[in-house]
T-cell receptor, first 111, second 114 residues
Framework: QKEVEQNSGPLSVPEGAIASLNCTYS??????FFWYRQYSGKSPELIMF????GDKEDGRFTAQLNKASQYVSLLIRDSQPSDSATYLC???????????FGGGTRLMVKP | GAGVSQSPSNKVTEKGKDVELRCDPI?????LYWYRQRLGQGLEFLIY????????KSGLPSDRFSAERTGESVSTLTIQRTQQEDSAVYLC????????????FGPGTRLTVT
């Protein structure tokens, strides 16, 4: 079983819609959770991080964390074609410093 | 300010040769990480440096892989006797400190072993 799992996609949504990206993790010791966006051929860039159960909003992005269900999600409101990219979920254990990444979900926003 | 830089951006090498990849972290960042990303895959952790502490080498896939860092500056990742399965993008990241700090990624080095 992979430690961090994501649906590889592609997830296709029309422009202006809400894109919902999901991630599950296996280690209950995971303490912090990150969403990175990676455009094709580019390095990952951090979108959001979340530590506590509940929702965290930043502009069009909302991260949701449910530690009991070991589930973290990213919602993108008013999706734009420029949001088309691969979204990587990453988790960090309490005692560790490295990030464990999922395989990423490819998002396609169609005009 | 300057971000994380890596060199070379691309490297093609023959199977069996040694390669050295370089990472320059953001000035003042004490933590430095190396990750590997195979085509269409997520990132795999390789090694982590924090200040002058002993590095966390738990992600290195074999003894052909090694890395060094002098103080809080440049790091080099060396792959000896390269194999075709080593072909990947090697990404370096740095952060202000250990836990709870954002990791900033460099542009990566694309390694192709022929």
């Amino acid at each position: 079983q992979k430690e961090v799992e994501q649906n590889s996609g592609p997830l296709s949504v029309p422009e202006g819609a809400i894109a919902s990206l999901n991630c599950t993790y296996s280690d209950r010791g995971s303490q912090s959770f990150f969403w990175y966006r990676q455009y094709s051929g580019k390095s990952p860039e951090l979108i959001m991080f979340i530590y506590s159960n509940g929702d965290k909003e930043d502009g069009r992005f909302t991260a949701q964390l449910n530690k009991a269900s070991q589930y973290v999600s990213l919602l993108i409101r008013d999706s734009q074609p420029s949001d088309s990219a691969t979204y990587l979920c990453a988790v960090r254990l309490e005692a560790g410093n490295m990030l464990t990444f999922g395989g990423g979900t490819r998002l396609m926003v169609k005009p | 300010g300057a971000g994380v830089s890596q060199s070379p951006s691309n490297k093609v090498t023959e199977k069996g040769k040694d390669v050295e990849l370089r990472c320059d972290p953001i000035s003042g960042h004490t933590a430095l990480y190396w990750y590997r990303q195979r085509l269409g895959q997520g990132l795999e952790f390789l090694i982590y440096f924090q200040g002058n502490s002993a590095p966390d080498k738990s992600g290195l896939p074999s003894d052909r892989f090694s890395a060094e860092r002098t103080g809080e500056s440049v790091s080099t990742l060396t792959i000896q006797r390269t194999q075709q399965e080593d072909s990947a993008v090697y990404l370096c990241a740095s952060s202000l400190g250990a836990a709870y700090y954002e990791q900033y990624f460099g542009p990566g080095t694309r390694l192709t072993v022929t």
